[in-house]
């Protein structure tokens, strides 16, 4: 089998396993006065230590959560809560149109039914939002609730330069929130130096646990909690720790950062060997995103695991029904609740046609990819899309 | 042979899968998205394709260990099926979408699309036996949907598999059982799958709105009173005319003319025909040679009756039935058949029926 789909989920780090296997054999609630819960506090604010310092964040700053749906919806919601609170003027969302639908549908939520109005960022045609469109959607400022502009696209891997629209948003006074979930350990991410308000990070695309996510939000960020309860994590995410997966979620991160200036021009040489092999076999293919040696503020502006690749005249879910038959696992994008693919969001919002959004896949890479694996993937790929050319659009 | 297996969700395509994965074939499995709407929920026997009966489907599929996918036919489903049936009514006709998804949908785009990426057959949980490219009824009188696959040709049965047809429903439900599928016992489907409520006149006035016009006695000439559009009658119906008339004998509906918006309506005497004329046939095999002598099913779940088939005028046929039938609604399929007790009755192939 060879798994191109490390965006979706990477495996498991072996050290994280053996991490979270040590507390599942121990009993103690994080919050309990005696000393099994005392003892298990101490391995969650271990490591919340540990996430903080891998990241540029203070300790105070972390939040652990239930994964990046959850910090997303949290940032999105809690922040607009709080500023409207503060200010009623304050109802503005300034969101790009390429966000992960956590975002997106928490806003379009807000927008439905707690009255909201959303302001879409215009994008460049790579994905990126430029400090100027930023600007652009700000004005002054004073009826804006929170940005969200995600650091790195899950779909087309786009990097923009989260600092640069924080010190914008800053400008106008109007805190940012920034989905990094797949950023981390791709890109470098400092929390403190990016500037940011708030940002959403999850344990299993970094070799962590699934179900396990943090939210780092600044100390004077204004944030209503989505979970009340038992006041845990600053009061403003209830709910017992969970301490095996927060120290998954802690061992993947400093584990993932540690290795990431070696994994990434690891993994550039081999996703700009995967391109090259495609475009040399299939020369009508088009690369989306912006181009593989993009820079951005002296750091990569494309991550360095993905390669998002459209094939004219093919449908995306015939070609991943056709790879998946000769065990190549990789990704369409998005699909609906019933399983139907949809033409990416992502492709539309940069103003791609339709064939071209929906003719289109994601390969991504991480930490357990070989040559072996972009090998497989040369090797099939022509007549699989010759195959599926023939099958059509069927629409 | 690489199979693509169908999967509604339901039980029987279930079971169809999992006796093609047995035969040792390389089996994927799909569900078709044919509802636009499909957040849909299903309840009871009624709608398909809901966002439950994908979950259904892949849960059989994951079990199986086979591939599954779900396939957007919404847009052909709704321009080839749903379009169609609502047109068929506006012309005073009584289509059936099963038959012409069967045809259009199942056997033309899902298979077509299976053939260009590679696969050999579509296997599908119909009750009907195919063998050496011969389609038959069901061994199960009761479920047999050979009716709603006389529309196929040879070229499309040479790509269908139904493993279902020499066996009974309840057998495909025990075996369903025996395999732990949740979908054993889910409840059979009857209605229309884009009609959930199963109000088809009232899905129709949604579509046409209401186009009132006269019901017409056919001995007389009387208009017996109004009605809000004649795509709420069908040729032979009985209930709902919604007129009365002094002799209490029941009337049935005759003839709709749709220019006029003319229900005729009349008595039992009147209503039955012995001729039925049909367009240009399909065959489900080598034409067979005229005059024929064979037996005719008129409507999805009526009873065969014997005729006498010879050609008709521009390209159609004509059935000779050995005794009068009520009912024989235009835009209904004549499904031929060569009676066999003992492989089971071949099906012939079927011409649509004319006014």
Redesign the interface.
């Known amino acids: 089998m060879t798994y191109l789909d490390h965006a979706a989920t990477t495996p498991v780090l072996p050290e994280v396993l053996a991490a979270m296997t040590e507390q599942w054999g121990r009993v103690g609630n994080a919050s309990s006065l005696h000393a099994s819960g005392r003892a298990a506090r101490r391995v969650a604010e271990q490591s919340r230590e540990r996430l903080a310092e891998a990241l540029g964040a203070r300790p105070s700053e972390v939040l652990f959560t239930g994964g990046g749906t959850e910090s997303d919806n949290l940032a999105v919601k809690g922040i607009y809560w709080a500023r409207r609170e503060a200010d009623s003027r304050r109802r503005r969302l300034v969101i790009s149109p390429a966000e992960h639908h956590a975002v997106l549908d928490s806003a379009e939520w807000l927008a439905k039914h707690d009255g909201a109005e959303i302001t879409w960022l215009g994008l460049e045609p790579t994905g990126r939002v430029t400090p100027a469109a930023l600007a652009d959607a700000l004005g002054d400022g004073s009826d804006v609730a929170v940005v969200s502009v995600m650091w790195a696209n899950n779909e087309i891997g786009t990097v923009s330069d989260v600092a640069a629209l924080a010190a914008v948003a800053h400008d106008v006074g109007v805190p940012v929130h920034t989905d990094a979930v797949q950023a981390v350990g791709q890109v470098p991410v400092d929390f403190a130096a990016s500037g940011v308000d708030a940002l959403t990070l999850t344990g299993h695309k970094l070799g962590g646990p699934m179900g396990a996510g943090a939210l780092l939000l600044r100390r004077d960020a204004e944030c209503m909690p989505l979970l009340h309860g038992g006041g845990q994590e600053r009061d403003v995410r209830s709910g017992t720790l969970d301490v095996p997966a927060i120290v998954g979620l802690a061992v993947a991160a400093t584990t993932a950062v540690a290795a990431r200036p070696e994994r990434a021009v690891r993994l550039a040489a081999l996703r700009d060997r995967l391109v090259a092999g495609v475009l040399e076999q299939l020369p009508d293919a088009r690369l989306n995103g912006a181009p593989l040696d993009d820079v951005l503020a002296g750091g990569p502006g494309r991550l360095p695991g993905n390669a998002h690749l459209s094939f004219p005249g093919a449908e995306g879910?015939?070609l991943?029904?056709?790879l998946?038959?000769r065990g190549i696992e990789c990704s369409t994008g998005s699909?609906?609740?019933?399983?139907?693919?949809r033409p990416s969001h992502v492709l539309t919002a940069i103003g791609a046609e339709a064939d071209r959004a929906r003719s289109s896949l994601r390969f991504s890479l991480g930490s357990t990819s070989t040559d072996a694996d972009v090998d497989a993937l040369l090797a099939v790929v022509a007549p699989v899309v010759e195959?599926?050319r023939?099958?059509?659009t069927?629409? | 042979m690489r199979v693509l297996a169908a999967m509604s969700g339901g039980v029987d395509s279930a079971v169809a899968a999992a006796l093609a994965v047995d035969a040792g074939h390389d089996v994927t499995g799909v569900h078709l998205a044919l509802s636009p709407d499909r957040q849909t929920l299903r309840s009871g026997a009624r709608g398909c394709c809901s966002v439950e009966d994908a979950h259904d489907a892949r849960r059989v599929a994951d079990e199986l260990g086979i591939p599954f996918y779900v396939w957007d036919l919404a847009d052909r489903f709704r321009e080839d099926v749903v379009d169609d049936f609502v047109a068929e009514y506006a012309a005073g006709r009584t289509p059936n979408p099963c038959l012409r998804c069967n045809e259009k949908i199942k056997f033309t785009a899902v298979l077509d699309r299976a053939r260009a990426l590679d696969f050999d057959a579509v296997v599908t949980g119909h009750h009907a036996r195919l063998a050496d490219g011969r389609l038959r009824r069901s061994v199960d009188a009761a479920k047999d949907q050979s009716y709603v696959l006389g529309v196929l040709t040879s070229q499309q049965l040479a790509g269908a598999l139904f493993p279902l047809g020499s066996m009974t429903k309840d057998r495909v439900r025990a075996i369903a059982a025996e395999r732990g599928f949740a979908v054993a016992t889910k409840p059979d489907s009857h209605d229309i799958c884009f009609i959930p409520d199963g109000d088809t006149r009232g899905f129709l006035t949604r579509r046409l709105g209401a186009r009132p016009g006269p019901v017409v006695d056919a001995a007389t000439g009387a208009t017996l009173g109004t009605h809000e559009g004649t795509h709420g009658f069908t040729v032979g119906q009985r209930r709902g005319l919604g007129v009365a008339v002094g002799d209490q004998r029941p009337r049935y509906v005759l003839s709709i003319e749709p220019v006029s918006r003319t229900v005729t309506v009349g008595t039992a005497d009147l209503a039955g025909v012995d001729v039925v004329r049909t367009g240009p046939p399909t065959w489900t095999g080598p034409a067979p040679r005229l005059p024929l002598r064979a037996e005719v099913q008129l409507r999805a779940h009526g009873t065969a009756v014997a005729c006498e088939v010879t050609a008709g005028v521009d390209g159609g046929l004509k059935l000779a039935l050995a005794e009068p039938q009520r009912g024989v609604a235009p835009g209904q399929s004549a499904v031929l058949y060569a009676p066999d007790p003992v492989l089971g009755d071949l099906v012939l192939g079927q011409g649509t029926v004319r006014s």
């Open positions: 879910d015939a991943l029904m056709l998946d038959a699909a609906c609740s019933a399983g139907v693919a195959r599926a023939r099958a059509g069927g629409r």
